[in-house]
Nanobody
Framework: EVQLVESGGGSVQAGESLRLSCAASGHTATLAWFRQAPGAEREGVGM????????FYADSVQGRFALFQDKDKKTLHLQMYRLTPEDTGMYYCAASPRFLTASSWTRANFPYWGHGTQVTVSA
């Protein structure tokens, strides 16, 4: 069974950086981070193939956020730079047993989810 545990959330000032981590167990092919602001839909932030280097990013975070995995391929990190108040929200790690493409990067295609970690960015 796949289990995902997020860590690393917190409160920061605009312009600062933060790193989120997702410890994954079980078989996964695709890992991703989603986020959800109050009153908004959950949206994809970044996606990567487990153990791979191909990454996908939402336009809103391209160039500011970076995904990388530990060598044991069991922990996915989301390094966030130049944070803005618009980045505030609950961040969720998600996993799929299938290799997903950018066109299939939707919430419905990820059957496994962590409980989330809160990121708050103050102006």
């Amino acid at each position: 069974e796949v289990q995902l545990v997020e860590s690393g959330g917190g409160s920061v000032q605009a312009g600062e950086s933060l790193r989120l981590s997702c410890a994954a167990s079980g078989h996964t092919a695709t890992l991703a981070w989603f986020r959800q602001a109050p009153g908004a839909e959950r949206e994809g932030v970044g996606m990567v193939y487990t153990g791979g280097e191909t990454t996908f990013y939402a336009d809103s975070v391209q160039g500011r956020f970076a995904l990388f995995q530990d060598k044991d391929k069991k922990t996915l990190h989301l390094q966030m730079y130049r944070l803005t108040p618009e980045d505030t929200g609950m961040y969720y790690c998600a996993a799929s047993p299938r290799f997903l493409t950018a066109s299939s990067w939707t919430r419905a295609n990820f059957p496994y989810w962590g409980h989330g970690t809160q990121v708050t960015v103050s102006a």
